[in-house]
């Protein structure tokens, strides 16, 4: 092998990395109605609505709080699509030349919080002063 045919080599490679596909993924989390701080598996992610980036599928724990509503907690999971399969996440991550985004959106509705009454207060304290006794 001449130097020319090695350098050619070398640059036909360089291209080829270059070239190699690449997976977005993106989960866009809204709250109805908008504006909840929301928390994804123990990190502050933002206000809704919020994207982010992830690179992991699985069961996510979600928390969203906004203030005058009640502080939602739950959990999502995110299932991996066929081309993050083991075998197949190589074809889509390494050798496909395009650009895959994985794009998830959820939507939470927040139920507003329902304060008790004065009157509700002052039973709740009876009844714990007598069980007190």
Avoid at 92 to 112: C, K, M, N, Q
Wanted: with cysteine; glycine share 8%; aromatic share 10%.
């Amino acid at each position: 092998m001449n130097t020319h045919s090695a350098g050619l080599l070398i640059v036909a490679g360089c291209f080829a990395v270059l070239l190699t596909g690449c997976v977005e993924r993106q989960l866009t989390i809204n709250t109805e109605p908008q504006g909840g701080l929301v928390t994804l598996n123990d990190e502050q992610i933002g206000v809704s609505p919020v994207t982010v980036a992830f690179n992991w599928y699985g069961d996510y724990n979600v928390r969203v709080s906004k203030e005058g509503y009640e502080t939602l907690e739950t959990h999502r999971e995110l299932k991996a699509p066929l081309h993050d399969w083991p075998g197949l996440d190589f074809i889509a991550h390494v050798l496909y030349p395009g650009r895959i985004v994985d794009e998830y959106e959820w939507t939470f509705e927040l139920t507003p919080r329902q304060d008790p009454t004065r009157e509700e207060l002052v039973k709740q304290g009876d009844a714990l002063r007598r069980e007190m006794e």
